[in-house]
């Protein structure tokens, strides 16, 4: 069972872009997208609606901003967006799925950059990733299986980006968001790509749209699934696609033993 992430940077760009010749070709049983930049009735025919996959949108209530997006070759049997906090729910950035015993979380995490480049969000940053937390924990404890996917605007250890040091002080990378993150690692979710792959370097999810930095691989893995206890056993690999193109991310997921879904 094949499972994608994929902030796609404005779904109508990355349509125009091959997105649907991807999508069909892609081998996923589900794909989660974010950064959706658009409401559904803005989307074509083709986007809301393409053969072989059901389709659910949450878009933010700001035109053109954030928004998620699930695909899917089976519907989910529950979903749904609310995260019970208006300052959450109104940037559409969740959607909580369920496909028999498995849960999936498609999240589009927020910048902490603010709109100067000031840091002015990380505040904001925390408090959603603690919010989403909170939300998952019981399922987590009493053993169910979850996957968090998504584009998690941080990377996590020195690794994980091409100039660690030049970056300590920007967002994505300060030491309040990785203590984030190691918070939620610490009580027993799994960077399936770390597990997969402990030791692998210059593997990244985002680069900047600047001249030559995809080219020469100046980038960011800041796009993970991250795994609970009941879903890891399940887990057959973990992927990043950096040559799929559309995007300043690129896709990434996992494969897992159908199972999963009980």
């Given at each position: 069972?094949?499972?994608?992430?994929?902030?796609?940077?404005?779904?109508?760009?990355?349509?125009?872009?091959?997105?649907?010749?991807?999508?069909?070709?892609?081998?996923?049983?589900?794909?989660?997208?974010?950064?959706?930049?658009?409401?559904?009735?803005?989307?074509?025919?083709?986007?809301?609606?393409?053969?072989?996959?059901?389709?659910?949108?949450?878009?933010?209530?700001?035109?053109?901003?954030?928004?998620?997006?699930?695909?899917?070759?089976?519907?989910?049997?529950?979903?749904?967006?609310?995260?019970?906090?208006?300052?959450?729910?109104?940037?559409?950035?969740?959607?909580?799925?369920?496909?028999?015993?498995?849960?999936?979380?498609?999240?589009?995490?927020?910048?902490?950059?603010?709109?100067?480049?000031?840091?002015?969000?990380?505040?904001?940053?925390?408090?959603?990733?603690?919010?989403?937390?909170?939300?998952?924990?019981?399922?987590?404890?009493?053993?169910e299986p979850i996957l968090v996917m998504g584009?998690?605007?941080?990377?996590?250890?020195?690794?994980?980006?091409?100039?660690?040091?030049?970056?300590?002080?920007?967002?994505?990378?300060?030491?309040?968001?990785?203590?984030?993150?190691?918070?939620?690692?610490?009580?027993?979710?799994?960077?399936?790509?770390?597990?997969?792959?402990?030791?692998?370097?210059?593997?990244?999810?985002?680069?900047?749209?600047?001249?030559?930095?995809?080219?020469?691989?100046?980038?960011?893995?800041?796009?993970?699934?991250?795994?609970?206890?009941?879903?890891?056993?399940?887990?057959?690999?973990?992927?990043?696609l950096t040559d799929d193109m559309g995007s300043?991310?690129?896709?990434?997921?996992?494969?897992?033993?159908?199972?999963i879904r009980g």
């Amino acid at each position: 069972m094949r499972i994608i992430s994929w902030n796609v940077n404005g779904l109508r760009a990355c349509v125009r872009k091959g997105f649907l010749d991807w999508l069909g070709q892609s081998s996923a049983s589900i794909v989660g997208i974010q950064e959706l930049r658009a409401r559904p009735e803005q989307l074509s025919a083709e986007a809301r609606d393409p053969e072989g996959y059901s389709a659910d949108f949450f878009p933010a209530e700001r035109p053109g901003y954030s928004g998620v997006g699930l695909y899917s070759k089976q519907e989910p049997d529950e979903l749904t967006t609310v995260m019970g906090a208006a300052e959450f729910d109104e940037e559409g950035r969740m959607q909580l799925a369920r496909w028999g015993k498995l849960w999936i979380a498609n999240v589009y995490f927020p910048n902490g950059s603010g709109k100067n480049r000031d840091n002015s969000r990380i505040p904001y940053k925390l408090s959603f990733y603690q919010r989403l937390f909170e939300m998952l924990e019981e399922r987590r404890a009493k053993g169910e299986p979850i996957l968090v996917m998504g584009d998690f605007n941080t990377a996590h250890r020195e690794i994980d980006l091409a100039r660690p040091k030049q970056n300590k002080e920007t967002s994505g990378f300060r030491a309040e968001e990785r203590a984030e993150l190691d918070r939620w690692i610490s009580h027993g979710w799994t960077d399936t790509f770390r597990h997969c792959y402990p030791d692998k370097s210059e593997v990244y999810s985002w680069w900047s749209n600047r001249k030559g930095v995809r080219e020469r691989n100046v980038g960011w893995r800041i796009d993970y699934v991250l795994a609970s206890e009941g879903a890891l056993p399940f887990l057959k690999d973990s992927f990043i696609l950096t040559d799929d193109m559309g995007s300043d991310h690129c896709p990434i997921g996992v494969e897992v033993d159908s199972k999963i879904r009980g």
